[in-house]
């Protein structure tokens, strides 16, 4: 029943009651600044994992292309079965497939979005929109490594590069 009593706003209460929601005022914003400093940490220290894992992807790139290339023309050596061939007919046809398979543009988008993700950790500001958007893209290109890779090194790699992302992710969550 008292919850709703007029204090006169020069009494010697209302100083004291200003002056404590003030300090819990300050005491969350404060809060919320170490919070986000440690998010933040977190944040780069998993990009900076991100970074290593992609580049160990893109180490195994060339190999994991001429495998794919050995395999397909051993396959239609198989299929043909001794039938002349145009040899450079299959050289191209061989070229386009494996050039499906190729992951160069996913490779770029995901360092370009590590990029931006990393410019917006150092806005003053609400960014979490954003990097959560960024973290949508991050996760199609990873997927998109992963079901055009065959080798299960680079398979391995794309598996850690989700389980990142997605810790990541949820730590947005946590300031959406």
Not at 10 to 30: F, K, M, R, W, Y
């Amino acid at each position: 029943n008292d919850l709703f009593t007029h204090v006169d706003a020069d009494s010697p209460g209302s100083d004291h009651l200003i002056e404590a929601v003030t300090n819990a005022c300050d005491e969350v914003i404060q809060m919320r600044q170490s919070e986000g400093l440690k998010l933040k940490t977190d944040f780069e220290e998993r990009l900076s994992t991100l970074e290593h894992i992609l580049s160990e992807v893109e180490k195994e790139l060339p190999k994991e292309f001429q495998k794919r290339i050995n395999r397909l023309k051993s396959r239609i050596s198989e299929l043909l079965d001794g039938t002349a061939v145009d040899e450079s007919r299959m050289a191209q046809e061989i070229a386009m497939l494996a050039e499906k398979a190729d992951v160069t543009e996913e490779t770029v988008r995901l360092k370009s979005h590590f990029q931006q993700f990393k410019t917006l950790l150092e806005v003053n500001g609400s960014a979490g929109k954003k990097l959560n958007f960024l973290l949508q893209e991050m996760s199609r290109e990873i997927n998109t490594i992963g079901s055009k890779s065959s080798s299960e090194l680079i398979v391995n790699h794309v598996i850690t590069l989700k389980d990142e992302a997605e810790k990541m992710r949820e730590q947005i969550q946590n300031i959406l």
